[in-house]
């Protein structure tokens, strides 16, 4: 067994410090590892969110040498092979979210962005006829685990606090999926321009990047809605016919 | 002590598939409900569930029906199953599921648009609703979504530490903590539905999450309800093997459901020499009618002849891998070689299970679409459970209902894949709407202060240790001995020394030191938890002690057979007087007349 050094930031509502701890690894151990270990050896009360330790339900993100990624998906020897020898691994709380304790952020916004959303709308009756193609445009944005780590990284989120104007990432998922899906009947253009304003998004792929379930928010979930928004409220055909008619012309 | 109050007519322990389903029902009855949960809403168990939902939608083969379904749940379940759960189930499940494609979830399709359907062991026929290798994660958040437009209250990272019980032993509420910030509730309620999942927290090598520590077990044990089965435990076949940390982890019974075959060191397809009696002539006896039948299943044909025998039953898979690893002909760690790269291509591969695609890639460094994986059996799910009425899912407690993983009677002595997520949504609905409906014709329970002082002192004492050992080496320890006590195969002598030792475990956890912070504290969340591992993994120790036989997910080695007698009709029942855990057995109920045709019980003298 060798030995690796870590830092972690413990402390509450933000005040804290990083505290740097010696931990034996074994093969194959991941970070979240490495955060059991020093719960059950050194520090109980160390505080990390966590459920299934199989990447499948997004319950420890954390920014790992300053990358937001899943803890139980981060491998320590590719850890160790990209911290520069002359520094230490760190591993801290998401920044965009307030913070609770040590590696544990209050995550209830986007709790509350999914109730603000409203549900699918189908057709009464049962039985449902759609081809696997149409299926899979929905179901791509049904792999998202919720670990919140696309809205920990976007910037219009955590940089310029835009939390009461813009939705995030993830919630551009969710509206894509239920837009999508090939039996919903809900009009969700307008909330997705206005109440979740999509527009705040200057489509710079970081969400897409940090993906633990590899979905491509940006060129799947979030262009094709900025797109429908630009049919809807931008165009300027329909934009000359509302001004000489003063009606809409849905499509 | 001070404590928040809270009044419902319905409060749900537990936001997995079950525990959802229940809220979404009672509050849909007009009962006004709560889900308490220890976890995020979305976190829970279920989302780790992979293959399906089994339901007799007939959809790709319209040969099945639910009174097949019916048969095959008996048969899988060693015929030690209450009978009426297992029709209502085959019954409701596919209405069940036909509903969540209305709430949102979008299953693969049949060429004809319908939902899909995927071949699992034991199911005579491709029966399981399913989203690539991701259906529990589908299931959960149609069910979360669903639940939050239901007017249903959540307390999130809240854990029942209580039951709280009027003078008759009627079930009144319960005392809660919230773990962001230590505050204690009580909560009043005319019913109480436990739909906390299972216990395989307390093996070393488990598919389970953190959640899985017996909860709802030991709280409706000490409310002096009835456990049933609890020594039949499934030990999944197919965990990852290596490297060691993840140890454990599920690999979705649908790699073999796809064609995936199992095989030695010395390359052998060894289930073909695994077959049980009661199963014979059920599958296929060489490759060539195995690979026959993938090839009709891949190129989406009625199969004309028979599965492969990797379908067998989960127990008896299990046990065939344990055998070849104990008989020297296990893979390089430990396990058996699951062959999928040389039945379907690397596409068909990464289209039909992703997520093990990613799995092995991320976390063992193995690319399942040019390699085998290694698998061995590892604790996955608890037949065992608070006994129910069929119908309504009450437990012998007035007021306390359970429903999903933490009842039992649906499975017997072992449950078939897929026949978990079915359960779930087909008796989380029932409890739900009997829960509502008891709620309608009693009166809100009025709370004793004293039982709420004392459930809170109870809990706040370990903050208040000094010195003494950190729960986590106890945790560790504690699942370490289940694991090589009361394991997949268990001898007299192994079972008593466990209950010895959890004698000792029980006194060392009393002592634990989690430190003293009440915001957020892992700890002493921990000693909880290890509070009802050690009363559950004492149950199940005691009943495996008692069945002198082997039968479904329990193994004896000095009982390596399944008994044709008392066994054979015979359930163990547990419940806890005075203060100590008590073992009696009682006569299982048979299936009426009509039920009973269905049943090939011919060959179940093996």
Redesign the interface.
């Known amino acids: 067994m060798t030995d690796v050094k870590m830092q972690i930031f413990r402390g509450?509502e933000g005040e804290g410090e990083m505290v740097e701890y010696t931990i034996g690894l074994?093969?194959?151990?991941?970070l979240l590892?490495c955060v059991?270990r020093i719960?059950?050896?050194q520090?109980?009360?160390?505080?990390?969110?966590?459920?299934?330790?199989?990447?499948?339900?997004?319950?420890c993100s954390a920014e790992i040498n300053g990358k937001a990624r899943l803890m139980c998906?981060t491998?320590m020897s590719d850890i160790i092979e990209e911290t520069p020898e002359d520094e230490v691994i760190t591993v801290r709380p998401m920044k965009t979210f307030p913070h609770?304790?040590?590696l544990?952020t209050?995550?209830?916004w986007n709790?509350e962005m999914?109730?603000a959303v409203v549900?699918?709308k189908?057709p009464e009756e049962?039985?449902?006829?759609?081809?696997?193609f149409e299926?899979e445009r929905?179901?791509e944005f049904?792999?998202?685990?919720?670990c919140f780590i696309c809205q920990d990284t976007c910037h219009v989120l955590r940089e310029y606090r835009k939390f009461d104007e813009f939705g995030g990432p993830r919630t551009m998922v969710r509206l894509a999926n239920?837009e999508m899906?090939p039996m919903d009947q809900e009009d969700r253009i307008p909330e997705v321009k206005d109440e979740f304003g999509i527009g705040y998004c200057n489509i710079n792929k970081c969400c897409t990047d940090v993906c633990p379930a590899?979905i491509n928010i940006t060129d799947n979930a979030i262009i094709p809605l900025k797109e429908r928004v630009v049919d809807r409220y931008y165009d300027p055909i329909k934009m000359i016919w509302r001004t000489i008619t003063g009606r809409k012309l849905r499509t | 002590m001070t404590f928040e109050s809270h009044e419902y007519d319905v409060i749900v322990v537990g936001a997995g598939g079950a525990g959802l389903r229940a809220a979404i029902e009672a509050s849909r009855q007009g009962a006004k409900t709560a889900i308490i949960c220890k976890?995020?809403?979305?976190?829970?168990?279920t989302?780790?569930a992979e293959g399906g939902a089994a339901a007799a939608l007939g959809n790709a083969d319209d040969r099945d029906g639910w009174k097949v379904h019916f048969k095959d749940t008996m048969k899988g379940g060693k015929y030690l199953n209450n009978w009426r759960m297992a029709q209502i189930h085959a019954q409701e499940s596919a209405d069940r599921i036909?509903?969540l494609?209305?709430?949102?979830a979008?299953?693969?399709?049949t060429p004809?648009?319908?939902i899909?359907q995927r071949n699992f062991g034991g199911h005579t026929y491709p029966r399981l609703a399913h989203?690539?290798d991701?259906t529990?994660?589908?299931i959960i958040?149609t069910l979360q979504?669903?639940g939050?437009?239901s007017g249903v209250d959540i307390f999130?990272e809240y854990t029942v530490s209580h039951l709280l019980q009027n003078d008759d032993g009627t079930c009144t509420g319960c005392v809660a903590y919230n773990r962001?910030d230590g505050a204690m509730h009580a909560f009043s309620s005319k019913s109480v539905i436990l739909a906390t999942g299972g216990i395989t927290r307390c093996w070393s090598v488990c598919s389970g999450?953190?959640?899985y520590t017996g909860d709802g077990h030991a709280l409706a044990l000490n409310a002096g309800a009835e456990l049933i089965d609890m020594e039949f435990v499934q030990f999944h076949p197919t965990g990852m093997v290596?490297?060691?940390?993840?140890r454990g982890?599920?690999v979705t019974e649908g790699v073999r459901g796809e064609g995936g075959v199992l095989k030695n060191s010395e390359g052998v397809r060894f289930m073909f020499d695994n077959v049980p009696d009661m199963f014979k002539g059920d599958h296929a006896e060489s490759e060539e009618e195995s690979n026959e039948w993938v090839r009709q299943v891949v190129a989406g044909e009625i199969a004309t002849v028979r599965r492969p025998p990797e379908l067998l039953t989960r127990d008896v898979v299990a046990k065939a891998i344990n055998k070849e690893v104990a008989e020297g002909r296990g893979s390089t760690h430990g396990g058996a070689y699951l062959d999928i790269a040389s039945q379907r291509s690397p596409e068909e591969i990464i289209s039909k299970l992703p997520?093990m695609h990613?799995?092995f890639k991320?976390?063992?460094g193995v690319d399942i679409t040019k390699e085998p994986m290694e698998v061995g059996p590892t604790a996955h799910y608890v037949m065992g459970g608070v006994r129910v009425d069929a119908e309504t899912q009450e437990s012998t407690v007035a007021g306390l209902f359970a429903a999903g993983e933490v009842a039992s009677g649906l499975h017997g002595a072992n449950r078939l894949g897929g026949n978990s997520l079915s359960d779930l949504i087909v008796f989380g609905k029932r409890a739900g709407e009997f829960a509502a409906k008891r709620a309608t014709e009693v009166e809100q329970p009025q709370l004793d202060n004293a039982d709420i002082d004392a459930a809170i002192a109870a809990n706040l004492a370990p903050l208040a240790r000094e010195g003494g050992e950190?729960?986590?080496?106890v945790?560790?320890e504690l699942r370490d001995m289940m694991q090589e006590k009361v394991g997949i195969i268990r001898k007299e002598a192994e079972l008593e020394s466990a209950l010895e030792d959890l004698k000792e475990f029980a006194t060392r956890v009393g002592k634990t030191?989690?430190?003293s912070?009440m915001?957020?504290?892992?700890?002493?969340h921990?000693v909880m938890d290890l509070t009802n591992m050690v009363e559950i993994s004492t149950a199940c120790a005691l009943a495996a002690l008692t069945r002198t036989e082997s039968r479904g997910g329990h193994t004896r080695e000095d009982h390596p057979e399944p008994d044709n007698g008392m066994w054979s009709h015979t359930t163990n029942v547990i419940r806890k007087i005075d203060g100590d855990i008590v073992i009696n057995q009682e006569e299982l109920i048979q299936p009426p007349a009509e039920l009973e045709e269905l049943l090939d019980r011919v060959k179940k003298e093996d």
Not at chain 1, 26 to 30: C, L, N, R, S
Not at chain 1, 126 to 132: A, E, G, I, L, R
Not at chain 2, 106 to 109: A, G, L, Q, S
Request: net charge negative; glycine share 10%.
């Open positions: 509450e074994d093969e194959g151990m991941v590892d059991h719960q059950h050896e520090e109980a009360e160390l505080s990390c969110r966590w459920n299934c330790k199989a990447g499948k339900c997004g319950s998906m491998r609770i304790k040590d544990v209050d995550v209830s709790y999914a109730k549900p699918l189908g049962t039985d449902w006829v759609f081809s696997q299926a929905a179901q049904r792999t998202c685990i919720e239920f899906h590899g | 976890s995020l809403l979305g976190k829970a168990h989302v780790m036909r509903e494609e209305q709430w949102g979008v299953f693969d399709r004809k648009g319908l899909n989203v690539g991701s529990g994660l589908e958040r979504e669903k939050i437009h999130m962001v999450s953190w959640e290596w490297p060691p940390s993840v982890i599920l997520s990613h799995q991320e976390l063992a950190n729960p986590g080496k945790y560790d030191n989690p430190g912070s915001i957020y504290n892992s700890g002493w921990q």
